[in-house]
């Protein structure tokens, strides 16, 4: 099982960057997909999934999109007016159990990195 994140970069303050997840090794239809990223000296942060309906953390609610097609195994994340506090590490995931209402992946994609200058 995989998962392979693409799409990072750089840009602008105001920009906008697309992220894509790519699972392949089994079905993740009844899974849930999610979007982590992890700043310098911060630690791993939950900011959005998709189980059926889609959940985001508050920092990134009304610019971040995620969305998925799971006859392509996929999972995308739209990132919309970014700022320099949304440079970090994003890194998807993906699994089927939660902790305290939050999803807690199995499977992890390698990280890549966005970076956001003001």
């Known amino acids: 099982v995989q998962l392979q994140a693409s799409g990072g970069g750089s840009v602008q303050a105001g920009g906008s960057l697309r992220l894509s997840c790519a699972a392949s090794g089994r079905t993740f239809s009844n899974y849930h997909m999610a979007w982590f990223r992890q700043a310098p000296g911060k630690e791993r942060e939950l900011i959005t999934w998709?189980?059926?309906?889609?959940h985001y953390a508050d920092s990134v609610k009304g610019r971040f999109t995620i969305s998925r097609d799971n006859a392509k195994n996929t999972v995308s994340l739209q990132m919309n007016s970014l700022k320099p506090e949304d440079t970090a590490v994003y890194y998807c995931g993906a699994g089927s159990e939660y902790v305290m209402g939050s999803p807690r992946p199995r499977y992890w994609g390698q990280g890549t990195q966005v970076t956001v200058s003001s």
């Open positions: 998709s189980a059926g309906s889609t």
